[in-house]
Structures are given as structure tokens and as C-alpha cells.
């Protein structure tokens, strides 16, 4: 049976109403708070920092905190970088050694005569009135082996701090690498687990991705202070500015990963787009009241639109149907090596479809040392159809390369590899960036010189470790193809012309 595109369930939309919490100036607000804190993203703003008022994501609140003597406590991370009198980023040194008990930054966070602390305090004097720690939070039980060096990632006694490393990977906390960047990636932010080296630290990057072994504790870096606060001793009141959504098969059993979603208001032009993570979650970030349009597309699934309203009384729900006419998300097109090539479906725009294929071989990015795309020697491979490169007859037939559409290509090629931006756009978490164990290439350079890869596990560790741009990576050819000269064949699952 032959048909143009394909599909096999459908969809439950939920959203989350996330809370941006003002401080209230009387106990009447207390009863308020018990419902407030049981939804996903949390936010309260309290104390400035050079003039800047201070916006805090709650990460986690907990009841009968030992740290706290038992009271109820909400776990802060400011939302983005400080900010200097100008409102630049204000850049800070970690220390003499990657040890954050003893570090220069731990004692910058904490002084209460002339660091962070000291503003903090002059605006919410009393906002800190106890403090946190020891920590013992490591990388996670499931990291790969190389991660589990994590020793030493112990806060001591401080009020103001730094997260983890097996902080900034909890999903409870970041629903992905995304969600750890701050607006506009303008910078990356100190943790406070050591590195590999007694002079090397780690931070988030300024795109999000934990850098496992970097920067040097002497560079300066941006800083997003931590630390935690007695709900039993402070009222917020509520009021809501963003929301997030989870993706889920119609049994609500299966997240959906991969799904695009996009925002409008009812009377206006598209203002947001992302892709859900693994877990089927994504998240809107301060989106003001008022009715939005929302748009769900996902490869294999019919798009649905339906109106919401932000804030909602009550968690709104989309339903999509399922259509025998919808295109599967992973399907076989061309040939490499005499086997059918197996392409997943990232995205559908105007009758073309994004395909990103596995990691088929291995060859150099530029074997005489260009780091730049456009003058890479994988960059003519990919798209000659001479006798021995990826476009040849026997790997693509005629009528399937004139399927092969370069106008969507940002860089004007029938075949290209992804930049660093667009992985991390359509795959928005490392299990969905893992391919086979296999480190894989990117076209986006680093440092200059080298070239980003996606890390065996998944993850982009700042680089370390990377291949050389004249060193042999794996490669995941992606196209753009016209589905309207292909016809989908449901039985083999493959695209034919």
C-alpha cells in the first residue's frame, strides 16, 4: 500500500501555569502559597544588585528541611547572570584553586561588608536567616563512567553559593540545556564541582551544556547565585507570567519528544518555537496574560491549534487525532554502503521534510585544517555525486537527489551536517542527541580552530572532549526533501519517488 505520510497516535497536551511570585507584605497571603508552590516553574523576586532587581527560579521546596531546622524551604537560582552598574555581565574569577569552600568566590557571594551579599542584604536585610550545608550532591548514580570523578563537590557552610554539577543536570531542575542558558546565551556561569585538574572548574555554557573540565579557575566567568530561603518565615504572593506544556501519547503513559510547538497571540504574529525535550516537556518562559493561539506539529502526528488563555483557572488540555495520511517520524531514504540509509523526520515546513541521518561514517572535516564549513573538504564530499562521494548514483538515484531540496538549507547545500544551534533546537536534551555511543560532528567551529561534537553520551562538555578539525569525526549528513516528489510507502516505511 502506498501512501504519502503516516501516523499511528495521537496526543495529549498539558500545561503547567508557572508562578512568578512578588513578596507580599502581610501573613494574609500564607494559605495562598500551599497551592502556588505545587506547580512546575516557580519564580520570586526579591533584593537588587546594581540597581537590578533580583528574579529567583525556585527549584525545589521542601517540607521539614534539616537544614533549616525543619521548616518548609524554597531552593533559589537567580534567573540570570549578575549584572554590572551598566548592565553588562559581571564577570568574576573562581579562585587560586577549584575547591569552592575555599575559594575567592564563595567568600565574594558571602561578605556582608562589600561582595553580593552586602547588596543583596541592604535591600532584604534578613532575607538569609540561615544557612545551608554541608552538600553532598555528586554527579548522578547513572552518569557515564567518565563523570564519575565527581568527588568534591561539598558547599561547606554558606549562605550564597553555587550549584552543583549533579545540580545542573537534574531534569527536576532543567528540563534540558536550554532551559540552563540565560536570555540571549550572553554568557556562561561558574558551578562549584571541581575539575580535572586542581586549576580547572566547571561551568554551564553560555548556550546551555555542562562544561565538564573548564574554564581555568583564573578566567572570569558569569555568576548565578544560589541559596536558600525560610518559607516559614516569608510570604509571597502570586502572580502568573509563564507555563509549561508535556507532550504525551493519548494513554498518557508515553512522552513525545521532538514535537514542535509555537506561540502567537490571537491576534498577532508567532513570538516563540521549540521543540519538547525526551520527556515530552517544554517550557514558555514569562509569557504575559492574555489568549495565545498554540500550534503542536510532530512528524507522525496531525498539527492541531487551539486557543488557551494565560493564566487559566484549570490546567488546559489539547487532544490530536490520529490521520493514516501523517509521514512517520523515522523513515529509509537512499542508500549508503548497499544498505537502505534510516533518517529521523525533525521537521515539516511547507511541504519539506528535515532529515537527519545516523552516524554513517567516519572522515575528516577538512584534512588540511580548515575549521570553517563552506571551505571543508566534508562540505564537497557530501555534496558531489561523483564516483566514491555521498550523492553518487548508487547511493542516491537521479529522481531521489532531484527530491533533495537545498532552499530551506541555512548554508545553500543539497547535504550538510547541523550547527551546534540547530542540534540542540531539535533535540533539545542529551538522550536525544546520543547516537550509538559515538561522538559526532557538527559544522559549527570552536575556538576558532576546532569543531563542535555532540559527546557519546549526548552531551556538548564545552568542547573536552572534541575532535580536531583535522582529526577523523562521525558524521550525520542531514537534507531537506520536497515530499511532493516522494510518495511514502507505509509497508517498507520508505520515502520512493
Known sequence: MMKKFMFFSALILCFSIAPFLAQATTDSASEMIVGVWSLNQRYITFGEYNGHPLIWRVLEVKDNDPDFIGKRTAFLLLDDVLQDGNGNVELVEFGLSNSFPDSEIVKWLNDDTSGFLTKLNAYQPGILDT????????????????????????????????????EALDINYFINETDQSVDDNKSSWWLRSPGYERDIATSVLHFGGVAMNGPFVHSRNGVRPSLKISLSSHVFESVPVSYGLTVKTDDGNNPIGGAKISLAPSSGMQIMELFSNSVGIARFSRVTPGTYTVTVHKPGYITKQENITVPAVEIPTISLTPDSTVLSYNVKFGRYNGEPIEWDVLDIVDGKALLLAGALFERYFDASGKSVWADSSLRAYLNSNSVGDFLQEDNFTASEAAAINNGLSVTGDSVFLLSRSEVFRYLPDASMRFFDNKEWLTRTPANGEDVIVIGIDGDYGGGIPAFSRDVPGWSRPAIWVDLSKLIYDVGTNTLVP
Not at 563523570?147 to 553559593?161: H, N, P, Q, T
Open 131 to 166: 544557612t545551608y550545608g554541608p552538600d553532598s550532591r555528586k554527579w548522578p548514580d547513572n552518569a557515564p563512567d567518565h563523570r564519575r570523578w565527581a568527588g568534591g563537590s561539598e558547599l561547606g557552610i554558606s549562605k550564597v553559593f553555587l550549584l552543583s554539577v549533579g
